[in-house]
């Protein structure tokens, strides 16, 4: 069955205090991971979609990364407007899987100034 | 429009009703999402549409739920005899070809009271 765990729940950084969140996955075949970000009360934002192993995108002060077994989403020097929940899922080429996105529970970030 | 439109955005409806909520997609998109999220929960999947292909009705919770999607295009989802279990956000989204990305409506907030 494919799974998704996000760790830490939730992050409570200092602005300029860089770190990463994890997404640990177990897929039958990665067809893609996504990351979202979602602001209370507003639907999840697209942010990146990785699809092998060693891949890497960047956005501002995001980038991510993925192995075959997890991906990271690295925050460089936040800002307070980062704070949200960060939201990672997979989808996968498994024979019971349609195409159908597998959510993991999120980590809250908070970044105070 | 330039993303993915829902409505009605805020529903308020009585045990026992019916409710339809519906998702315009990205134009040209041919996958189509509808996901639940109850408040402080992550996202739970419903149904998934691809171009004409049969839907993947798995995460469907009861028959009380029901979707379509008519032309390739606009999808309605249905709630008949609503209870308060049902209040939650409707989350629709759409991805255009196959390893696009998934872009996400703002939601529909449906409180049964």
């Known amino acids: 069955e494919d799974q998704v765990t996000q760790s830490p729940e939730a992050l409570r950084l200092q602005e300029g205090e860089s770190s990463s969140l994890n997404c640990s996955y177990t897929?039958?075949?990665?067809?893609?991971l996504f990351w979202y970000r979602q602001d209370p009360g507003k639907g999840p934002e697209f942010l990146f979609t990785?699809?092998?192993a060693g891949e890497e995108k960047e956005k501002e002060r995001l980038k991510a990364t993925l192995t075959k077994k997890e991906s990271f989403l690295h925050i460089t020097a936040p800002k307070p407007e980062d704070s949200a929940t960060y939201l990672c899922?997979?989808?996968?080429?498994?024979?019971?899987?349609?195409?159908?996105?597998?959510f993991g529970q999120g980590t809250t970030l908070q970044v105070k100034p | 429009g330039a993303g993915v439109s829902q409505s009605p955005s805020n529903k308020v409806t009585e045990k026992g009703k019916d409710v339809e909520l519906r998702c315009d997609p990205i134009?040209?998109?041919?996958?189509l999402y509808w996901y639940r999220q109850s408040l402080g929960q992550g996202l739970e999947f419903l149904i998934y549409f691809q171009g004409n292909s049969a839907p993947d009705k798995s995460g469907l919770p009861s028959d009380r739920f029901s979707a379509e999607r008519t032309g390739g295009s606009v999808s309605t989802l249905t709630i008949q005899r609503t209870q308060q279990e049902d209040s939650a956000v409707y989350l629709c989204a759409s991805m255009g070809g196959g390893r696009g990305s998934i872009y996400f409506g703002e939601g529909s907030w449906l409180t049964v009271v």
């Open positions: 897929v039958s075949g990665l067809r893609g």
């Open positions: 899922a997979v989808q996968s080429h498994g024979s019971s899987n349609t195409g159908k996105l597998i």
């Open positions: 134009s040209g998109h041919t996958a």
């Open positions: 990785l699809y092998s």
